[in-house]
């Protein structure tokens, strides 16, 4: 069932045949592709394209990411299938992985987390913002292939009502293992928000690829 299937794709930024990488940027529940769009201007990285999926509904998939999987199908496999398939159009634009970042905020950064995890090879990186691996806490982490080196960013409050801090550690772990470079940082107080040292953190990030 192509739950999001049809949905626009928005673009910001440098035109993609002459950006130095892309950004795809995932948004949250009840937001949308152009709300996760303006976060762009604070990244000061003007020969980056960003593109910006949009779920149908403004919802990826309806209930918690800490559900079991098989609760929140079929939109899980629609919302994966989504990234899938603007990750691929670029790679089919010829965008090297190693030029690809995926970022996402609350429910879109367990999307990205999730997609990253389940496509693991060398990105330009991931950042999740206040999100983690989506599942129940029982669920298999045997994620088959590498990351090489991709460079991960998780950020979250360490008291975010959404999002547990153990699942935050968990993700990293499991990154971790698959290969990836992980800077995890938990906040005090925060809220479930995006706070300077996050788009400093970013910007740094977004700021090496392309780069020879």
Known sequence: MAIHEGQSVLATGMPLDEARGVV??????????????????????????????????????????????????????????????VVS???????????????????????ATEYVARHAQRYGGLVALSGGLIGADDTPRDYPGSLDGTPVFMGCDDHDFHIPASRVDESAEVLEKLGASVDKRLYHAMGHTVNADEIAVVTALLGQVGVA
């Open 24 to 85: 795809i940027m995932i948004h949250g529940r009840g937001a949308t592709a152009e709300s996760i769009l303006s976060l762009a201007q604070e990244f000061d990285q003007p020969d980056i394209s960003y593109v910006a999926p949009q779920a149908a509904g403004n919802v990826w998939y309806p209930y918690s990411f800490l559900e079991p999987l098989a609760r929140n199908e079929p939109y899980l496999s629609s919302a994966l299938n989504t990234v899938d398939e």
């Open 89 to 111: 159009y670029m790679s089919g634009r010829g965008v090297a992985r190693e030029r690809i970042v995926l970022l996402g905020f609350s429910q879109g950064a367990c999307l």
